[in-house]
C-alpha cells in the first residue's frame, strides 16, 4: 500500500473515492463540497440517514458532481471526544470499508482534524491505513482485494504531513511484522526461525546481535531456560539486540515460547491452538528493534528474547523438579505451564547483570488470569518504578495501546516463596488467585535494583474479535506503545 500527497482540493481529487470525516456538531457546515453535492450532504442529515456518530459512515455516489467518482462519509462523533486514537480508528474503518467497497485508491482529508499536531495527525492516519488493510492469509486466491494507494490532501503544511506518514509508515511496517510472526504458525515460527528474523535484522540495519545457544546456556547455568526446553525436539535460543541512538540504555525482553503445550501439565483446552501466539513478547522485541533503527530513536535499545517452545517430550521437566536460576536462586517447578516465567528469570538477571540498563521492560503472554481482569483492551502493567510506570500510562494513552497498573506489595511476593526452594513458579493460590500478580511476584526475584516494568499482553497480543485496526489474531500490541515511550524518553 502506497501512501502519497497531493496539493488537490477535496472536490479537485479525480480517484474511485474521497474519505472525509464530519463531527456530530458539524452538521451544518459542509460549503463548497455540499454545493457541488447540489445539497445532498445536508439532505442525508434533516433526513436522519448520516448523523455524524462515531464511526458510522454512509458512501454516496457522486454522479459526476465531485472530480472522484464516490464520497464517502465517516463519522467522528463529538468534538470533545476526538482524539489521535479516534483519528487512527477512522482512518482504519475508511480503509476497511472502502476495501470491502472493491476500492483500490482513495484520498483523504482526515488528517486536517483533532487534536495534536500535524506530523502527529499524518502518523496517525498512516498507521490507521495501514494497520487497517493488513490481514493473514494462506489461501489459494486469485486476486486479494486490497487498497493500492491512498492519497492525503494536504496543501499547506506538506512537509511535516510527509514526515508524519514516514513515521506512520516505519511504525506500521513494524506492526505488522509482529502479527505476521505472531500468526504464523508454530510450525514454521521456532525458535531457530526467530532467531534468523533478528539476524535479517541486524544485518539490514547494522545492529549488533548475539545469540546465546543451548551449551552456552549450559556453560552459564541458565538453568531455568534449559528446564523449559528440556522437552521439547529442539534447542532453545536466547538473542539479544542492540541499537545504539545515543542516550540511556534501556532493556526490553520478550517471552518467545513458541508454542505452549503445558509441557506435562498439558493445557486441556480446544484453544490450545492459539498458544502459538505464546511468542508475541520477542515478536514484538523483533518489530520494535526495526523501528528503533528506521527511526533512530535517541536511545540505546537492547532488545532481547529467548524463544523455545514448551512441550510434553520424554526428557520434559517433571512438576516438582527443582532447578538453580543464572541468578543462583533456586526454584520448585510445581506447574510446567508456568513456563514464561522461568525463561523470563534467566533473561531478566542476563541482561540486567550485563547491560546495566537504566530501566528494564519485559513484555510477556504471562497469564489466563490478566485476561480474566482486563480482557482485551488494556495490558496488565506491574514493577517497581512509578515515574517508568507513569510514562509507560502516559504512552498508553496517546497510542491507544492502554496499560493499566495492577499492585506488587510484599504480601503477593511471599505469595511465590517456596517451602523447599527460594520460589516456586506457581502458588496453589493461583488457581483462583491473582494470577497475573503472582506471575509478576515471581519475575521481581530477578530484578536487583533496576528500574523495571513488566506487561502482561495474554488479552492484548492475540484477539478473539475484530476492531478497526486489526483482523481476529494478532495485534502486534505493544510496538507502538514501546516506539512512543522510547521517543520521549
Ligand atoms: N501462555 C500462558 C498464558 C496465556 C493463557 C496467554 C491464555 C494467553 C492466553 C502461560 O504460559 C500460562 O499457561 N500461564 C498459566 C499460569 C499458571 C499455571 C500459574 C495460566 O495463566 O493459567
Ligand atoms: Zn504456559
Ligand atoms: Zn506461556
Known amino acids: 500500500m502506497r501512501i ?17 470525516g464530519v463531527f456530530k456538531e458539524d452538521s451544518d457546515r459542509f460549503g463548497a463540497m455540499d454545493i457541488r453535492m447540489d445539497g445532498e450532504i445536508r439532505k442525508l442529515f434533516s ?13 454516496l455516489d457522486t454522479h459526476g458532481k465531485l472530480d472522484c467518482e464516490r464520497l464517502l462519509l465517516i463519522g467522528l462523533g463529538e468534538r470533545s471526544k476526538f482524539d489521535l486514537a479516534r483519528l487512527r480508528k477512522a482512518s482504519a ?18 488528517h486536517g482534524t483533532g487534536p495534536g499536531s500535524t506530523e502527529e495527525r499524518a502518523q496517525a492516519v ?53 502479527r505476521n510472526l505472531v500468526n504464523g504458525p508454530a510450525g514454521e515460527v521456532t525458535a531457530d526461525f526467530l532467531a534468523g528474523e533478528a539476524a535479517k535484522l541486524a544485518n539490514r540495519y ?5 545469540v546465546i545457544g543451548k551449551s552456552e546456556m549450559e556453560l552459564l547455568g541458565m538453568n531455568a531456560i534449559l528446564a523449559v526446553n528440556k522437552g521439547s525436539a529442539s534447542d532453545p535460543k536466547f538473542v539479544i539486540l542492540e541499537w545504539d541512538g545515543g542516550g540511556r540504555t534501556v532493556a526490553v525482553v520478550g517471552k518467545g515460547i513458541t508454542f505452549d503445550s503445558g509441557g506435562l501439565n498439558l493445557k486441556n483446552t480446544p484453544n490450545i491452538k492459539d498458544m502459538k501466539s505464546d511468542m508475541a513478547g520477542a515478536a514484538v522485541v523483533i518489530g520494535l528493534m526495526e523501528a528503533a533503527a528506521r527511526l533512530r530513536l535517541p536511545v540505546r535499545l537492547i532488545g532481547a528474547f529467548v524463544a523455545t517452545d514448551n ?18 536462586k533456586t526454584i520448585e517447578v510445581v506447574n510446567t505451564d508456568a513456563e514464561g516465567r522461568l525463561i523470563l528469570a534467566d533473561a531478566l538477571s542476563y541482561v540486567e547483570k550485563n547491560y546495566r540498563p537504566s530501566a528494564i521492560i519485559d513484555i510477556a503472554t504471562l497469564t489466563a488470569a490478566c485476561v480474566v481482569a482486563l480482557g482485551h483492551h488494556a495490558a496488565g502493567m506491574l514493577g517497581t518504578d512509578e515515574k517508568l510506570a507513569e510514562m509507560m500510562t502516559a504512552a498508553g494513552r496517546k497510542t491507544g495501546e492502554r496499560v493499566w497498573q495492577l499492585p506488587l506489595w510484599d504480601e503477593y511476593r511471599e505469595m511465590v516463596k517456596g517451602d523447599l526452594t527460594d520460589m516456586v513458579n506457581s502458588g496453589k493460590e493461583d488457581v483462583l488467585g491473582p494470577g497475573a500478580i503472582t506471575g509478576a511476584a515471581f519475575l521481581s526475584n530477578f530484578v536487583e535494583g533496576t528500574p523495571w516494568a513488566h506487561l ?18 494478532a495485534t502486534g500490541w505493544g510496538v507502538r506503545l514501546l516506539i512512543e515511550l522510547l521517543r520521549n524518553y
Open 4 to 20: 502519497e500527497i497531493s496539493s488537490l482540493g477535496p472536490t479537485q481529487w479525480a480517484g474511485e473515492a474521497l474519505a472525509t
Open 47 to 59: 433526513r436522519g440517514m448520516f448523523e455524524g456518530d462515531w464511526k458510522q459512515t454512509y458512501m
Open 93 to 110: 474503518l475508511v480503509t476497511r470499508f472502502l476495501k470491502e467497497a472493491g476500492i483500490s485508491n482513495f484520498a483523504t482529508d482526515l
Open 126 to 178: 498512516t498507521e490507521g491505513m495501514m494497520l487497517g488493510n493488513y490481514r493473514f492469509t494462506r489461501k489459494h486466491e486469485e486476486k486479494p482485494k486490497g487498497i493500492v494507494s491512498a492519497v492525503l490532501l494536504e496543501r499547506n503544511d506538506m512537509n511535516r504531513v510527509r514526515r508524519g506518514i514516514e513515521s506512520g509508515e516505519v511504525i506500521a511496517e513494524s506492526v505488522n511484522r509482529t
Open 206 to 210: 547494522g545492529l549488533k546481535i548475539t
Open 311 to 328: 512441550m510434553p517430550g520424554p526428557n520434559a521437566t517433571r512438576p516438582g523438579d527443582i532447578i538453580t536460576a543464572y541468578n543462583g
Open 456 to 473: 502482561d499482553i495474554a488479552g492484548t497480543a492475540w484477539v478473539p474479535m475484530v476492531t478497526e485496526l486489526h483482523p481476529k489474531g
